[in-house]
């Protein structure tokens, strides 16, 4: 999978696409739906599927209260995903005030003369241009003009609710990973690649592989049943500590995994953590031995949470 991180007006595809428009953020199902179309025509029409999508979120620049605002997943995992599901390129837009102020029309001249699109796909509620002016009717009228041809998804909905990035993100910040999971069409996840770390928990027997979580990502700091897949390996129950280290007045947001039965060195490697069950909030210990107990009973509930979802 090829991908591509610049400003739009530096990007020039040289082969014709299919492409799939979306912010994608948690690569959802009725996401799933609109990237699985753009590979399957694709396919079909032999060209090449490409996901254009930002390299940061819109609200960054146009919300003031920017602090405040959370994601799914980062680009690390997202690009992890598009290149499981099959894409070919992915695009990241490297998102500015200039790119936010084109016009709906000088969008779709990019799309169809510097991406040199045959195929468009998105959702029903996709929004283009300064002011999101743009919108999926204009997008049709479009589709004549320039001669490229236009799927739009429609509301895709779980229990008389609309599937959306908005409500994944409320469940992500409860805590609800059953409900996360249910919006989002599979186990909801993070990739990352082991780093080391202080080796505390190592030296009471519960080594972990940790790293860095981006903090505008929605997830609850806490203590989670997983299962973590070395890749190109197996996949083994663990149970996973989201959050700064409070015990030992951490200041970089992490995930530490611990993976149950398996002591090897994976610095460097990289891991896929499936979040499957919340077990508590993050919290502050008053000696390591008290934390020595507490992680004992969490890997103990992971282990007995997980023989409902996984057997190894």
């Known amino acids: ?24 953020d948690g690569i959802h199902s009725a996401h799933q739906s609109i990237i699985k179309k753009t590979i399957e025509q694709a396919k079909e029409c032999n060209i090449k599927s490409v996901v254009i999508t930002f390299d940061k979120h819109p609200e960054e620049i146009l919300n003031r209260n920017v602090e405040d ?62 002011f999101a002016k743009g919108d999926v009717e204009l997008l049709k009228k479009y589709s004549s003009d320039y001669g490229f041809k236009l799927n739009v998804l429609d509301k895709v909905q779980i229990n008389n609710d609309k599937i959306s990035s908005t409500l994944i993100r409320r469940y992500l910040e ?46 609850r700091n806490g ?6 897949t070395i890749i190109e390996n197996q996949e083994y129950k663990s149970v996973t500590n989201v959050g700064i280290k409070p015990t030992f007045n951490g200041s970089r947001r992490l995930v530490e995994t611990h993976i149950i039965g398996l002591d090897n060195n994976l610095y460097g490697k990289e891991i896929c953590v499936k979040f499957h069950s919340f077990i508590r909030p993050e919290k502050k210990f008053d000696s390591i031995e008290e934390l020595k107990k507490q992680i004992a009973i969490d890997t103990f509930e992971a282990q007995s949470l997980l023989e409902k979802v996984f057997t190894k």
């Open 1 to 24: 999978m090829q991908i591509i991180i610049d400003k739009y007006n530096n990007i020039n595809l040289e082969f014709y696409s299919s492409i799939a428009l979306g912010m994608f």
């Open 69 to 130: 605002y959370k994601i799914i997943i980062d680009n690390y995992t997202k690009t992890q995903m598009l290149k499981s599901l099959g894409a070919d390129v992915v695009v990241y837009l490297k998102l500015d005030k200039e790119l936010l102020n084109l016009s709906p029309n000088e969008f779709i001249n990019f799309l169809v003369h510097k991406l040199n699109a045959k195929i468009i796909n998105c959702g029903f509620d996709y929004r283009f241009g300064k």
């Open 174 to 219: 409860e805590g609800n990973i059953l409900e996360t999971n249910k919006l989002l069409g599979y186990t909801y996840c993070l990739y990352g690649v082991v780093e080391s770390g202080h080796k505390i928990a190592r030296n009471f027997g519960y080594p972990t592989a940790n790293f860095i979580l981006d903090n505008k990502i929605a997830l």
């Open 223 to 228: 203590v989670y049943a997983t299962t973590t």
